[in-house]
């Protein structure tokens, strides 16, 4: 089992940034690859960033360019780094982990992530 726990959402004002944390713990080492996602009131959960266990990075196209997805493998805990928000990122934002090392790393495959967080709430004003 892994657990996770996001921290580090909050309310900001367009333009303005925040990062996201998620520390890890319990059997982290079969842990292979991190994801982002987030879920907008009334949207489907949708893939923000994931990261391979060896660092490579893939963003959604929303996202290319303002956020950055890291890793601290020392504190195991999983970061995103967000600037230039806009009201559209609001959302409730999870981190996961897929242990599938057999399988590509992004987030745009949910389905291969077992574990996920409670989430944490990002708001973005206008």
């Known amino acids: 089992q892994v657990q996770l726990v996001e921290s580090g959402g909050g309310s900001v004002q367009a333009g303005g940034s925040l990062r996201l944390s998620c520390a890890a713990s319990g059997y982290i080492g079969n842990v292979y690859c991190m994801g982002w996602f987030r879920q907008a009131p009334g949207k489907e959960r949708e893939g923000v960033a994931a990261i391979k266990s060896d660092g490579r990075t893939n963003y959604a196209d929303s996202v290319k360019g303002r956020f950055t997805a890291s890793q601290d493998n020392a504190k195991n805990t999983l970061y995103l780094q967000m600037n230039s928000l806009k009201p559209d990122d609001t959302a409730m934002y999870y981190c996961?982990?897929?242990?599938?090392?057999?399988?590509?790393?992004?987030?745009?495959?949910?389905?291969?992530?077992?574990?996920w967080g409670q989430g944490t709430q990002v708001t973005v004003s206008s």
């Open positions: 996961a982990a897929n242990t599938r090392w057999w399988t590509y790393c992004s987030s745009g495959r949910q389905e291969d992530f077992a574990y």
